[in-house]
């Protein structure tokens, strides 16, 4: 009867993980309908938190080993429709609905990049990585609402960003990998609270804006030289990092 009542707890608590995955596609819901109503800040603000819920419901998923409990229910499955529409569809319809960029055609790009990255069977590879570049457009639409770069920038980065999309190209999983984990999570908690505070001003400080691009960048290079360091055969060891 003991085991009974323990195999209960752990099913209902698989399922709490998974409540927790889905309050992440209630924000991002709630961010869809700021979005139409033109409050763009407001739907960030909803995007940031979904963010956080994203970056900690994998963690608790193995740690509590979910899979095992209710193999009946895919997470996985479930987090990709939110990532998807939260990653890609809402920042997409900003970049359009704000004007950020003249030639719509251009949107094409995230959109077939995310469709592709979605449709990867090792999007997320055995080793702990993203496979290709990890449709991070909420980030790129966020800058690109702060910043308001030009026509010809903003056609550059939606198209080199897309086409990395197809390029199997390396990029840490923080919550996945072993290298530079303790760095990567400080600097990812500095830039929330960073990003979350500056969101929350009505005339944030363009400069500030700026500085903290400094982690998206330097995720970009660190992830590029990893992936060369792997690709010329040296010495790293990386694995899945279960917390």
Same mark, same amino acid.
Do not use: C
């Given at each position: 009867?003991?085991?009974?009542?323990?195999?209960?707890?752990?099913?209902?608590?698989?399922?709490?993980?998974?409540?927790?995955?889905?309050?992440?596609?209630?924000?991002?819901?709630?961010?869809?309908?700021?979005?139409?109503?033109?409050? %763009?800040?407001?739907?960030?603000?909803?995007?940031?938190?979904?963010? +956080? &819920?994203? /970056?900690? =419901?994998? !963690?608790?998923?193995?740690?509590?080993?979910?899979?095992?409990?209710?193999?009946?229910?895919?997470?996985?499955?479930?987090?990709?429709? %939110?990532?998807?529409?939260?990653?890609?569809?809402?920042?997409?319809? +900003? &970049?359009? /609905?704000? =004007?950020? !960029?003249?030639?719509?055609?251009?949107?094409?790009?995230?959109?077939?990049?995310?469709?592709?990255?979605?449709?990867?069977?090792?999007?997320?590879?055995?080793?702990?990585?993203?496979?290709?570049?990890?449709?991070?457009?909420?980030?790129?639409?966020?800058?690109?609402?702060?910043?308001?770069?030009?026509?010809?920038?903003?056609?550059?980065?939606?198209?080199?960003?897309?086409?990395?999309?197809?390029?199997?190209?390396?990029?840490?999983?923080?919550?996945?990998?072993?290298?530079?984990?303790?760095?990567?999570?400080?600097?990812?908690?500095?830039?929330?609270?960073?990003?979350?505070?500056?969101?929350?001003?009505?005339?944030?400080?363009?400069?500030?804006?700026?500085?903290?691009?400094?982690?998206?960048?330097?995720?970009?290079?660190?992830?590029?030289?990893?992936?060369?360091?792997?690709?010329?055969?040296?010495?790293?060891?990386?694995?899945?990092?279960?917390?």
């Amino acid at each position: 009867m003991l085991e009974l009542d323990k195999k209960t707890l752990y099913k209902l608590r698989a399922w709490l993980v998974h409540a927790y995955t889905a309050l992440g596609g209630l924000f991002g819901v709630a961010a869809l309908i700021f979005v139409g109503e033109g409050q %763009i800040r407001e739907a960030f603000l909803m995007l940031v938190i979904q963010n +956080i &819920i994203d /970056s900690t =419901d994998g !963690i608790l998923a193995r740690k509590f080993n979910v899979r095992k409990y209710l193999p009946e229910f895919d997470g996985s499955m479930l987090d990709n429709v %939110i990532d998807i529409l939260t990653y890609a569809w809402i920042p997409i319809l +900003i &970049i359009s /609905s704000q =004007d950020l !960029i003249e030639n719509k055609i251009f949107l094409l790009f995230p959109a077939i990049g995310a469709m592709y990255a979605y449709g990867q069977s090792n999007m997320k590879t055995e080793d702990g990585f993203f496979m290709g570049f990890p449709t991070y457009w909420n980030v790129v639409a966020m800058y690109m609402w702060w910043l308001e770069p030009s026509e010809t920038l903003s056609s550059i980065i939606l198209v080199v960003l897309g086409v990395l999309s197809f390029v199997p190209t390396r990029y840490l999983h923080p919550s996945k990998n072993d290298f530079m984990w303790r760095t990567f999570w400080i600097l990812n908690a500095v830039w929330f609270i960073t990003t979350t505070y500056l969101l929350l001003q009505e005339d944030p400080n363009r400069n500030l804006i700026i500085a903290t691009l400094a982690y998206p960048l330097f995720y970009m290079f660190v992830s590029f030289y990893v992936d060369a360091m792997i690709r010329m055969k040296k010495k790293f060891k990386f694995q899945i990092k279960i917390l």
